[in-house]
DNA sequence: GTTATTTGCTACATCGATTGTGCAGCCCGC
DNA sequence: GCGGGCTGCACAATCGATGTAGCAAATAAC
């Protein structure tokens, strides 16, 4: 094994090039040419500096500059299509502008949330976005006393600008089309379409959660408040609340709204016990899509939110400096059973 | 709105308190004791800090120090529920160690792996994690020069610990579960099991393909070179090559080892158009786990990866500095058709 | 009552890169 | 041959936090 050796400075390259740091510095950098370094010095550094291996130590650049060269994204958790599609999203488009992308996931907890807002504030982020916010002024509070730029994304905050999915039009969409693939006419408890999962209180199962009951009243077939069923977003706590729905109700209804992927894994761990034929006599839809989710043993209507389009319309905002408090929607798109979509990076894997 | 107010940095809590920047450099850290400070002056300072928000400037601190504070980890891509999991428990286990996680993903190609690295080497991480390495070498040979504790998840290297999953044991136990199941008994081009996927020249295909080859050797069905088709990871190549193979043989063979969720995904579209009943004529395998993938409508048995434990096995080497160039196994498990796994973050989502 | 020792704090150099300012040398014109 | 302008670089301050060395006052020792 070798010695410590420490990574090559700017003045060790000044030393063996017999130039000075700044020159070194300038020659390394965009500002040679305002600084009326010759050609010839910029090369012969340029040079020398790739045969130490130099690369310039950030933490430094960043102290003198008050710019990191970093970008933050908090988003609720990475082990999700949705989040990690943004996540892919937010990487490429983060290395297109020669950011470095920090993303951190928050659990869902507002506490976490602003532990690592803090954090990356002291890593001098550059820009913030946050996915799924849960509290969204907090954030905005400390990001402004930081005077960091920052958009919320998924989620909406009042304090700065926000790219959202439409989620009222996507479930609507997924409402319509669960009544009308409804398998019975009735109005009778299991005649009914349930909405299971998501949380009552945040934005977008907020949204979700109105324009299930607006295509609901509207049909006239206005729903019970048992109807909605707002148990959160994890796997375990929808299974329970799938099982004992279909206890009160003597099996299965005639339509669920699943409010997420991540409930689908819980409520289809409980289907998965009961015949087929009873699941074939429920319609299922989710918001959001999973390929696999797309061929089950039974079919399911999903709604892709756009991720890769959440991410682009956030970064426009940043690139074009737009500092307004816009609201800006993109549209999910409703996938019929049984299609296959086609994601941006389906090239890699 | 506000004006732009810088952060508040230790000379204005020195100015704000009376103290010397030194001595509230001393208070708001660990090591006011060993320094002699007062317990009031102590709390003087830290009462003053909070009052104006203060929170350390962490490329300052980084700087001077030598250390950054962040752990840097390097994987395929996000959009993988494999590697997903393993950002969520690799964020896990560095925020118990009040490390910020930096994950950057290569999209497997070796330059960008390698320009990856450096730029973290850049912002001084003060480890970094390398998952499915492409030219582990390289990667050893930048961390050597930058004296940067490293270690290979998933792709072992020569050069530093390495935590892989037991390659050999899952595929075998996967090959031998498809010989069993195989709905034929003969040898015929469509009587055979194909493996689909991966790259033949990375470590953890080729563990797995000479596992196929040795399981079907010794079961007396000695593989044919056609029989391994290893056409990368990407979605769409495997559908190319699974439409392929279906056009020679005249149909489905007798089964299919899939070597990833993402060829899988390919290798469904394809399947997806086919009658059910050819399907169900097929045994299918995958290479990882995917909850939704277990419930298809045609059975697949699945090898689940342990995500969670590489990333712990890897950071209690990190723990215990362990620098021996060991090689820890990890054992994946056999999974059955329609079997619901309850991973570590199921209570949350 | 004088000399050690301890206590509580401050001054200053430092980490590595950036940048405003300054200053030789050179060419030019007249 | 002298002022003015340009070229090509060096010097030094700076960003914010840390840690060593040191200094005055308080306390202890004898």
Same mark, same amino acid.
């Given at each position: 094994?070798?010695?410590?050796?420490?990574?090559?400075?700017?003045?060790?390259?000044?030393?063996?090039?017999?130039? /000075?740091?700044?020159?070194?510095?300038?020659?390394?950098?965009?500002?040679?040419?305002?600084?009326?370094?010759?050609?010839?010095?910029?090369?012969?550094?340029?040079?020398?500096?790739?045969?130490?291996?130099? /690369?310039?130590?950030?933490?430094?650049?960043?102290?003198?500059?008050?710019? /990191?060269?970093?970008?933050?994204?908090?988003?609720?958790?990475?082990?999700?299509?949705?989040?990690?599609?943004?996540?892919?999203?937010?990487?490429?488009?983060?290395?297109?502008?020669?950011?470095?992308?920090?993303?951190?996931?928050?659990?869902?907890?507002?506490?976490?949330?602003?532990?690592?807002?803090?954090?990356?504030?002291?890593?001098?982020? %550059?820009?913030?976005?946050?996915?799924?916010?849960?509290?969204? %002024?907090?954030?905005?509070?400390?990001?402004?006393?930081?005077?960091?730029?920052?958009?919320?994304?998924?989620?909406?905050?009042?304090?700065?600008? /926000?790219?959202?999915?439409?989620?009222?039009?996507?479930?609507?969409?997924?409402?319509?089309?669960?009544?009308? %693939?409804?398998?019975?006419?009735?109005?009778?408890?299991?005649?009914?379409?349930?909405?299971?999962?998501?949380?009552?209180?945040?934005?977008?199962?907020?949204?979700?959660?109105?324009?299930?009951?607006?295509?609901?009243?509207?049909?006239?077939?206005?729903?019970?408040?048992?109807?909605?069923?707002?148990?959160?977003?994890?796997?375990?706590?929808?299974?329970?609340?799938?099982?004992?729905?279909?206890?009160?109700?003597?099996?299965?209804?005639?339509?669920?709204?699943?409010?997420?992927?991540?409930?689908?894994?819980?409520?289809?761990?409980?289907?998965?016990?009961?015949?087929?034929? %009873?699941?074939?006599?429920?319609?299922?839809?989710?918001?959001?899509?999973?390929?696999?989710?797309?061929?089950?043993?039974?079919?399911?209507?999903?709604?892709?939110?756009?991720?890769?389009?959440?991410?682009?319309?956030?970064?426009?905002?940043?690139?074009?400096?737009?500092?307004?408090?816009?609201?800006?929607?993109?549209?999910?798109?409703?996938?019929?059973?049984?299609?296959?979509?086609?994601?941006?990076?389906?090239?890699?894997?």
């Amino acid at each position: 094994m070798r010695k410590l050796t420490r990574k090559a400075t700017i003045y060790d390259i000044a030393r063996l090039s017999g130039a /000075s740091p700044s020159t070194v510095s300038a020659a390394l950098g965009e500002s040679w040419r305002t600084r009326r370094i010759s050609e010839a010095t910029v090369e012969a550094i340029r040079r020398i500096a790739a045969a130490e291996g130099y /690369s310039t130590n950030m933490q430094a650049r960043g102290l003198r500059k008050a710019r /990191s060269g970093l970008v933050g994204m908090v988003i609720p958790l990475h082990d999700n299509r949705f989040f990690s599609s943004m996540s892919q999203s937010f990487e490429a488009a983060a290395r297109d502008r020669g950011l470095v992308p920090v993303i951190a996931s928050s659990m869902r907890e507002p506490a976490e949330e602003l532990r690592i807002v803090e954090t990356l504030i002291s890593y001098a982020v %550059d820009y913030l976005f946050i996915a799924g916010a849960t509290d969204p %002024d907090a954030v905005t509070a400390m990001c402004r006393a930081a005077n960091l730029r920052h958009i919320f994304v998924d989620l909406p905050g009042k304090g700065a600008p /926000s790219v959202v999915s439409d989620n009222a039009k996507g479930a609507a969409d997924l409402t319509r089309r669960l009544l009308a %693939d409804r398998p019975v006419t009735g109005a009778t408890p299991r005649d009914r379409i349930y909405l299971i999962g998501g949380d009552a209180t945040d934005y977008a199962s907020a949204q979700r959660i109105a324009a299930f009951r607006a295509v609901l009243t509207e049909a006239g077939l206005p729903p019970l408040d048992e109807q909605i069923i707002a148990c959160g977003y994890a796997p375990r706590s929808a299974l329970r609340e799938i099982a004992a729905l279909c206890d009160r109700l003597g099996g299965l209804p005639a339509g669920v709204f699943v409010n997420s992927v991540t409930v689908l894994e819980g409520v289809l761990n409980h289907l998965s016990r009961l015949p087929l034929d %009873d699941l074939r006599a429920c319609v299922i839809g989710c918001y959001d899509y999973d390929p696999f989710a797309a061929y089950l043993q039974f079919p399911v209507h999903m709604v892709r939110q756009d991720a890769h389009g959440l991410i682009q319309e956030a970064y426009r905002m940043i690139d074009e400096n737009v500092l307004d408090l816009v609201l800006k929607m993109v549209e999910p798109e409703l996938i019929a059973p049984r299609t296959f979509y086609d994601s941006p990076f389906s090239d890699r894997g």
